[in-house]
């Protein structure tokens, strides 16, 4: 529910005219939600930017939100191609 | 590897077995979706802009109400955290994901130490001088729809905010 909660709370801000990125872990509810930016990660809840004490982690994240934000021209979400656990080889 | 990109449709079936799973679960549930997305281009470029972040992780601070978390109908409400936050102060109260990886390092969820380093490089203009802690778990999500999002945007609107980054708990 946490997602439908981000989603509506997300598109509100978004009609505000203030631009919105999230992360999804469940990409389902954030799709049915409805929303106009997203990236889905396969990472367990709890964990949206990654593992503790990860920067380089955290920050291949936020960069592909910004990214998103960048150049999406219309509601977009899509799916990073990390793994948890493995994503060193990504970075 | 690249990023791809996700149909809505391809996910319809996953998504009704989701709400009848939660109408079914969990008393008083409601479903509520954004009817029509608004879309925002960006209105400057990043390295400009005023970033704001948003969790719904149940992100409180020490002297702030806990969110109610064992309530059938949620807790619909938000607390502001300050983007100068002693990380000591940070409280998570959420009965619904496994709490650790963000008690280990708030970054996993709220990412200010690493929107700092963003504005710090030039990547970003400014932090946001607030972000909004909620907390996800509302069966009844019409609040949350009527309510908390207006008044989030509300909050933000007036931090002057340009770009908002959410993470789900």
């Known amino acids: 529910m946490c997602h439908r909660s981000v989603g509506l709370v997300q598109g509100a801000v978004e009609a505000a005219g203030i631009s919105t990125a999230s992360v999804a872990l469940r990409p389902e509810i954030t799709l049915g939600t409805n929303v106009a930016r997203a990236a889905y990660l396969r990472f367990p809840l709890g964990n949206p930017f990654g593992e503790p004490d990860q920067p380089a982690q955290h920050h291949r994240i936020l960069e592909d939100l910004l990214v998103l934000l960048e150049t999406a021209t219309e509601p977009t979400v899509i799916e990073l191609p990390y793994r948890w656990r493995r994503w060193e080889k990504w970075l | ?169």
């Open chain 2, 1 to 169: 590897m690249e990023s791809k990109v996700l149909d809505r449709e391809e996910f319809r079936d996953q998504y009704d077995k989701w709400v009848k799973f939660v109408a079914t679960n969990h008393h008083g549930a409601n479903n509520r979706f954004n009817v029509d997305p608004a879309f925002t281009p960006l209105q400057k470029p990043l390295a400009e802009a005023r970033v704001a972040l948003v969790t719904s992780a149940g992100v409180h601070l020490s002297d702030q109400e806990p969110f109610h978390t064992a309530t059938v109908a949620g807790d619909s409400s938000y607390r502001v955290i300050p983007n100068d936050v002693d990380f000591s102060t940070v409280r998570f109260a959420h009965t619904h994901y496994d709490t650790s990886s963000a008690e280990q390092d708030l970054n996993v969820v709220l990412p200010i130490t690493r929107l700092a380093e963003l504005v710090e490089r030039g990547r970003v203009g400014a932090a946001s001088p607030i972000h909004i802690g909620m907390m996800g778990f509302n069966p009844d999500p019409s609040a949350i729809a009527d309510t908390t999002g207006p008044a989030v945007a509300a909050a933000l609107t007036d931090a002057d905010v340009d770009v908002a980054i959410f993470a789900p708990g």
